[in-house]
Nanobody, 124 residues
Framework: QVQLVESGGGSVQAGGSLSLSCVAS?????MGWFRQAPGKEREEIAR????????YYADSVKGRFTISGDNAKNTVYLQMNSLKPEDTAVYYC????????????????????WGQGTQVTVFS
């Protein structure tokens, strides 16, 4: 079992930055971030594989968001820069203990563990 707790959400003006943290009860092989905006499908936006040996980003966040991990702290971060109103969503951390790398997005159900979510609101 892996428990995940996100923090760092909040409200920010467009163009600003926020950093999300996800503390895990133990290290997992794959850590990801999802988000779900009102009325939209939940989407995987970033993934760190095998302690950062590979990363994945959705096109919608590529170049603006960065996923990173600190194994000593069992923590994965999501640095979000140049935020846009369309980034407004509930952001979720997720963990998977063993899956083959895939260059495309993983589905919510392909992860084993999920956090409770943290709200990010970007206003113009």
């Amino acid at each position: 079992q892996v428990q995940l707790v996100e923090s760092g959400g909040g409200s920010v003006q467009a163009g600003g930055s926020l950093s999300l943290s996800c503390v895990a009860s133990k290290n997992a092989y794959v850590m990801g971030w999802f988000r779900q905006a009102p009325g939209k499908e939940r989407e995987e936006i970033a993934r760190e594989f095998d302690a950062g040996s590979r990363t994945y980003y959705a096109d919608s966040v590529k170049g603006r968001f960065t996923i990173s991990g600190d194994n000593a702290k069992n923590t994965v971060y999501l640095q979000m820069n140049s935020l846009k109103p369309e980034d407004t969503a509930v952001y979720y951390c997720a963990a998977q203990e063993g899956i083959r790398w895939r260059s495309g997005p993983l589905l919510w159900d392909e992860y084993n563990y999920w956090g409770q979510g943290t709200q990010v609101t970007v206003f113009s």
